[in-house]
């Protein structure tokens, strides 16, 4: 029997216009940047039928099986979303006290273009108001050190669908966290 193989993968955003051609992709995560073009252009050849509309933010997975031999150290990338009402509490408040934080229904993809080859920990507290559509609206950095998360953040965070309401929300904060770490493959 086989050994099993070490897997690479990359994940993609991209919208769909309405003749069907693939346009606008981001890689959103991979777990190494160097299968990132191979996936970008085997994506790039896709066409879609029957999209009068066309289509916004289509994510996909690409998967690399490999042989595991020469590769380098596994990344590992973690995240995650918090929100919590500033009319409320501070940012500091809810650093001190996470109970008073509300886990996001979705977490942030890892943005691997902001991270080096070192161990990575980044907060980014973004201000927004919901809409009665639920789109994110007025987004605004409260805290960051990271100018290169602080943008993937707020990309992301304009592609959140949160559910309509008769009046929206106002003075929501987000706390954005990132781990970034490297490991032996097993």
Not at 158 to 164: D, E, I
Request: hydrophobic share 35%; net charge negative.
């Amino acid at each position: 029997m086989a050994a099993a193989r070490l897997s690479e993968t990359v994940h993609i955003v991209f919208d769909v216009s309405s003749e069907g051609n693939v346009t606008n992709l981001e890689v959103l995560q991979s777990t190494n940047s160097c299968f990132n073009t191979e996936a970008i252009q085997a994506v790039e050849r896709w066409r879609y039928e029957c999209v009068p509309n066309g289509l916004k933010g289509v994510e996909t997975t690409m998967t690399f099986q490999l042989a595991d031999e020469g590769l380098g150290p596994r990344q590992i990338f973690e995240t995650s979303c918090s929100t919590f009402h500033r009319k409320n509490n501070t940012i500091d408040e809810v650093l001190s006290d996470r109970t008073l934080l509300t886990p996001c229904n979705y977490n942030p993809n890892g943005p691997l273009k902001c991270v080096g080859r070192k161990k990575l920990d980044v907060q980014v507290v973004l201000l927004y108001d919901i809409s009665s559509a639920g789109h994110a609206e007025n987004v605004r950095i409260e805290r960051s050190k990271n100018q290169c998360f602080s943008e993937h953040s707020m990309k992301w965070l304009a592609r959140v669908q949160y559910a309509p309401s008769a009046e929206g929300f106002s003075d929501i904060a987000a706390l954005l966290e990132y781990s970034y770490s490297t490991a032996p493959r097993d």
